[in-house]
């Protein structure tokens, strides 16, 4: 067993009654074992002492929705709706996509997440197996599923649906059980409803989540009216998805009895603000959805409609966005945005155990670099982190107590090799 205590540092736990510690952490092999202003043994006692003065611990990120792999269309295709920019410009490009190009635009994305302190995102994409791959390398943490779009003869509508099945059984529990998966049919306009069907089956039978856009836009929720006679909720709790535990992505449009119903059978949100804003989709009823109990996490959704992975910009954006349209300052208040993007992400994606910094929980952590202007006064450092912070002052991450990054050196990839591979399949795309 191997011990490590960090002294001297703030420790910013996200847990609800909002504890910060002035004092130690101590964590052995992958698990927190303790967290206090002072160490319980003599500091000889340790394997590795870590000073901690002058950086701030906190939970991980954790990224509830993405496509990590469309880093390669990264300002391909900016200022567009999103029906446009799915049909015209990435669909015509994603077709070109191989499984290479997927490996280097994930491994980019993977190491801009860890740059920028995610230690855990979703990501539903195709040629999976490569996520999987880089993220085994990384150290972090992937909740991973094959998307799947089933516009489609029904040969390769089947031969999808198998690959996805496949691929969750493959890869479920895998690296250290840092690897999760889900099923995920991409959204109710993109799979037919027997399709669904037969998704909502496989979960069941692997026992795992879906994950699924939904509700996206108004011209979204106005299709599936005049297609299936039911808005988007309504079509899915029929077709039998909400049955399985089930993660949603963005949830823009919805009426008060769709919250209701979410809340009923414990659909989790997640709030993509920073994509919903530049696809002009909308602005979420989140203050609605959390008062009726639904779990609203966070979500970068792809670098295409974002354009970055930077989680902590998106804590900002929720807590000033729901204040500027509802005209309520504490619609979502600074505490509120950071355990949506830790604690509440965590459990909306099933990892109960991440997520808060607190003895028995995994050792899955972030240290930001507070020796700089925007981090004093000394005051509250909750507000810093949602109001001031940014992913470059991200120092040091360690996840499943192993060390993944410090003083902002990726030990876990080779960062100039992926840029370089990055660059040449990026040109090869284009060219293709
Ligand atoms: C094959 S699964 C991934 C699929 O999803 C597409 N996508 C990316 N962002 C969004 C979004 O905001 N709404 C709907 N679909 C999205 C991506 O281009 C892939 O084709
Ligand atoms: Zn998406």
Known sequence: MSTTIIVN????TANEADTIVHGCMVFEDDQITYIGEKAPLPLEQYDHVIDGSRKLYMPGLVNTHGHAAMSL???YGDDLALQ???EEKMWPMEAKFTSEDVYWGTSLSVLEMIKSGTTSFVDMYDHM???????RQSGIRGSLTRGVIGLCPADIQEHKLQEAIRFARDWNGEAD?????MIAPHAPYTCPPDYIERFVQAAHDLDLPIHTHMSETAREVQANVEQYGARPVEHLEKLGVFTRPTLVAHGVHLTDEEIATLARYDVRVSHNPGSNLKLASGIARVVDLMKAGVKVSLGTDSSASNNNLDMFEEMRLAALIHKGVSGDPVAVPARTALRMGTAIGAESIWLPHTGVLEAGRKADFIAINIDQPHFFPR???ISHIVYSAAGQDVSDMCVNGRWVMKERSVLTLDEERIQHEFSRRFEALVAR
């Open 9 to 12: 540092g703030i420790f910013v």
């Open 73 to 75: 269309l990264r300002g």
């Open 84 to 86: 446009i920019w799915l």
């Open 129 to 135: 197996d490569q996520v999987a791959d880089v993220v």
């Open 177 to 181: 059980g840092r690897i999760t998966t």
């Open 379 to 381: 005051t509250d450092m």
